[in-house]
Antibody
Framework: QVQLVQSGAEVRKPGASVKVSCKAS????????IHWLRQAPGQGLEWMGW????????NYAQKFQGRVTMTSDTSISTAYMELSRLTYDDTAVYLC???????????WGQGALVTVSS | SYVLTQPPSVSVDPGQTASITCEEN??????VHWYQQKPGQAPVLVVR???DRPSGIPERFSGFNSGNTATLTISRVEVGDEADYYC???????????FGGGTKLTVL
């Protein structure tokens, strides 16, 4: 079955960067987009961007442009999301999810808590 | 830009019917998807393309979309349905998904 397994919780200081991984299994990795979303404590889902692992194309939400980088290593079916210049407002659970272009997300990772604290 | 508006909360008694709305101008022209998220868990797709239920989703969950409002209806609500629900569409102008702000369903 389709599985997305994310890396563990991270703690970073303000101004630092964090890189979260998302390992896919149970399907052909390059056939589906990987979306990254986040959810701050008690808040709703916030879409950050998508990555097409087939060709490396990306589309980032305007809010995160210049600060987020999404990449993948197709040899190990793993996607990465790196967020730089962290602030306290970046404390959230970061989720990867699978979806085809224009289609709903049909599988989700378990989430990775990123805490920004001095 | 496209903004999907959901009520922050909906309350219903067990066994009754819950309706959660998602509003935007002419949303009836777009395919709407609905997700259920229970505390501490990742979201789960419960309705796709306005009305279709993915495999394993109970028939109690149904969707409708017309005009300026899409609606997720949960019939014979159970305590286990208590969760946050999000609507979502794809914005072809910006080439990315748009999520509603979410609705907390409370089963009294």
């Amino acid at each position: 079955q389709v599985q997305l397994v994310q890396s563990g919780a991270e703690v970073r200081k303000p101004g630092a960067s964090v890189k979260v991984s998302c390992k896919a299994s149970g399907y052909t990795f390059t056939y589906y987009y990987i979306h990254w979303l986040r959810q701050a404590p008690g808040q709703g889902l916030e879409w950050m961007g998508w990555l097409n692992p087939n060709n490396g194309d990306t589309n980032y939400a305007q809010k995160f442009q210049g600060r987020v980088t999404m990449t993948s290593d197709t040899s190990i079916s793993t996607a990465y999301m790196e967020l730089s210049r962290l602030t306290y407002d970046d404390t959230a659970v970061y989720l990867c999810a699978r979806g085809d272009y224009g289609d709903p997300v049909d599988s989700w990772g378990q989430g990775a808590l990123v805490t920004v604290s001095s | 830009s496209y903004v999907l508006t959901q009520p922050p909360s909906v309350s219903v008694d067990p066994g009754q019917t819950a309706s959660i709305t998602c509003e935007e101008n002419n949303i009836g022209n777009r395919a709407v998807h609905w997700y259920q998220q229970k505390p501490g868990q990742a979201p789960v797709l419960v309705v796709r393309d306005d009305t279709d239920r993915p495999s394993g989703i109970p028939e109690r969950f149904s969707g409708f979309n017309s005009g300026n409002t899409a609606t997720l209806t949960i019939s014979r609500v159970e305590v286990g349905d208590e969760a946050d629900y999000y609507c979502q569409v794809w914005d072809s102008t910006t080439d990315h998904p748009i999520f509603g702000g979410g609705t907390k369903l409370t089963v009294l």
